[in-house]
Antibody
Framework: EVQLVESGGGLVQPGGSLRLSCAASGFTFSGHWMHWVRQVPGKGLVWVSKIESDGSITTYADSVKGRFTISRDNAKNTLCLQMNSLRAEDTAVYYC??????????????????WGQGTMVTVSS | EIVLTQSPGTLSLSPGERATLSCRAS???????LTWYQQKPGQAPRLLIY???SRATGIPDRFSGTGSGTDFSLTISRLEPEDFAVYYCQQYGSSSSWTFGQGTKVEVK
């Protein structure tokens, strides 16, 4: 079964740090870009960060650039998000997400096709 | 940054009715990277449509997507009870970032 399982969420004070992990199973982890997406409860989805298959290229939303670091260990099938200098506005459910390519007739699309169950991060004093 | 605006915010319909959801982009979007997701309360989003019009694995054919350029739509031909949920469109842009629309809630009338 294809599965993503996040862990590491919790309550942290403003200015603090937290490290999220995502354990992947049931597919070739090293063959996929991976993302973190967050969602304030009751609100919409916000893309946070991406890491390419071999970990060589990472991208961040402006709101987290310089504070968050995405990484992966393909040998351990694990994705991580190191979150530093946390702010109240970082409070959200954080989803680990697989990105898959769909190619047909020379045209390729991509989409977020597998999502974890999410882990809640609360930044509050 | 490309902004996606979904309308309406809430759609109140009865089972068996047709639902049409709109997603408008602030500038042209590649159809290859326009995607639709469904999210039910307490659950993670689920991929419905990729490449603007291709159904993901296991998605019933009552779901269809169309559009190009700046205007895209998701249609549910006949609403089933399990289709009442929030729907998001998403695009991938040239700046290597992804954006979501704010969502459309399809609720029981």
């Amino acid at each position: 079964e294809v599965q993503l399982v996040e862990s590491g969420g919790g309550l942290v004070q403003p200015g603090g740090s937290l490290r999220l992990s995502c354990a992947a199973s049931g597919f070739t982890f090293s063959g996929h870009w991976m993302h973190w997406v967050r969602q304030v409860p009751g609100k919409g989805l916000v893309w946070v960060s991406k890491i390419e298959s071999d970990g060589s290229i990472t991208t961040y939303a402006d709101s987290v650039k310089g504070r968050f670091t995405i990484s992966r260990d393909n040998a351990k099938n694990t994705l991580c998000l190191q979150m530093n200098s946390l702010r109240a506005e970082d409070t959200a459910v954080y989803y680990c997400v697989r990105d898959s390519q769909y190619c047909y007739g020379g045209v390729c699309s991509s989409a977020f096709d597998v999502w974890g169950q999410g882990t809640m991060v609360t930044v509050s004093s | 940054e490309i902004v996606l605006t979904q309308s309406p915010g809430t759609l109140s319909l009865s089972p068996g009715e047709r639902a049409t959801l709109s997603c408008r982009a602030s500038q042209s979007v590649s159809s290859n990277y326009l995607t639709w997701y469904q999210q039910k309360p307490g659950q993670a989003p689920r991929l419905l449509i990729y490449g603007a019009s291709s159904r993901a694995t296991g998605i019933p054919d009552r779901f269809s997507g169309t559009g190009s350029g700046t205007d895209f739509s998701l249609t549910i031909s006949r609403l089933e009870p399990e289709d009442f949920a929030v729907y998001y469109c998403q695009q991938y842009g040239s700046s290597s970032s992804w954006t979501f629309g704010q969502g459309t809630k399809v609720e029981v009338k």
